[in-house]
């Protein structure tokens, strides 16, 4: 079985799917790894190290591709990648069909199965190959020293001969493993926090990480497996006007809340935005999806009156070796379901194999996938 691994070609992308390591776990008898050249050096894993652990070194993309079983990636291949695919491909990656709808389309015209890992069942067996915790952690953490960078004041409170300097007061919105991660990396930094979540649940949680948890009066909205569900524009609207209050009362505000497979949800309005003092700093980590911030640009810095509203985009490829290193672990521990005895044999009565199967042999499997692709592409105007 040939796996290759291609070098991303998204715009920013400094990530690599399989690290050496990785991949000299996964070669063995049945297994041959090829890595495209020079696909790990902007995570800083060069090809020598690859060539250490047993892969081959391919050239070029069409090289590489060329008779592959499995492509392993981190975002799904673009439409223009897609056609030098081999006809038959297995194809793991992040893959959100509601947003690469041409993406699809393309894999179906190659007669692909494609794996999303985006669609990952949470149940507990699945942990291991979560890769949107893991690249959750390294957002999370990020954003917090996003927003210690350009926020001009310490984060942490301290006692000095001029006086006391107040440690700065820092408002996490999402409580899931980004959220959760960036309130643990700003109580490290000396700041005090506080959070807020939809989901109940969340309380103890921030808790245990020393951060108050912000109570509104509004009814809980988890959802299944532990996301929030989507909110009605009634409850985001009385939402909005109770965390007002405390966006204002903030030098920084991290927002993190995505529903899968939806727009984000907008937390912070243009308004709450005008309440907080000059100098004040707003991480949107939902840029990419719509943004929980009103205005928030994706990897843009907007300055309104004072304020920096910074819209971080595709914030895990910043710090591209350890989260390369987490990404690979969950896509071996994926691939160890669908790879037996070196032999693609995915067992499709295995509901984490079936749940992240987009498609299979081109033939869409994923109910919004399947949705999509049979929708007729409105006629153009006449006129």
Do not use: W
């Amino acid at each position: 079985m040939k796996l290759a691994v291609p070098t991303e070609t998204r715009i920013g992308e400094q990530r690599v799917a399989i690290v050496p390591e990785v991949a000299g776990r996964l070669s063995g008898p049945g297994v041959d790894i090829f890595v495209q050249a020079g696909a790990g050096s902007k995570a800083h894993f060069p090809d020598a190290a690859y060539r250490e652990k047993g892969a081959n070194i391919v050239e070029g993309a069409d090289d590489l591709l060329a008779g592959a079983d499995v492509v392993a990636k981190v975002h799904a291949p673009a439409p223009t990648e897609a056609q030098h695919l081999p006809t038959g491909v297995t194809v793991v990656s992040f893959l959100q069909p509601a947003a690469q709808l041409d993406i699809l389309r393309a894999l179906v015209e190659r007669q692909a199965t494609a794996f999303s890992l985006d669609l990952l069942p949470r149940i507990s067996r699945a942990q291991s190959m979560d890769a949107l915790s893991s690249q959750a952690t390294v957002s999370g953490y990020l954003a917090v020293l996003a927003a210690a960078e350009r926020l001009p004041k310490f984060f942490p409170m301290f006692m000095t001969a001029a006086g006391t300097v107040p440690p700065a007061k820092v408002l996490v919105l999402g409580t899931g493993v980004a959220g959760l991660q960036a309130i643990a990396t700003a109580r490290r930094l000396g700041a005090q926090v506080r959070a807020y979540d939809v989901r109940s649940a969340a309380k103890e949680e921030v808790a245990s990480l020393g951060a108050a948890f912000v109570e509104l009066e509004l009814e809980s909205q988890e959802g299944a497996g532990g996301y929030a569900r989507a909110q009605s524009e009634e409850f985001l609207a009385r939402q909005r006007e109770l965390i007002g209050n405390e966006v204002a009362a903030c030098d920084v505000v991290i927002t993190t809340a995505a529903v899968p497979g939806r727009k984000a949800p907008v937390l912070v309005t243009a308004q709450m935005v005008d309440q907080m003092a000059e100098g004040s700093v707003v991480v949107d980590l939902a840029a990419d999806s719509g943004g929980n911030c009103e205005l928030s640009q994706p990897g843009v810095e907007v300055l309104r009156g004072g304020v920096m509203v910074y819209g971080m985009t595709n914030p895990a490829a910043a710090m591209p070796t350890h989260s390369s290193f987490l990404y690979s672990r969950n896509m071996a521990n994926f691939l160890g379901l669908i790879v037996v005895d070196g032999e693609l044999r995915p067992d499709f009565d295995d509901e984490i194999v079936s749940g992240s199967c987009v498609l299979r042999n081109g033939t869409p499997v994923h109910e919004l996938a399947r949705e999509l692709l049979e929708e007729k592409p409105q006629k153009a105007d006449a006129s």
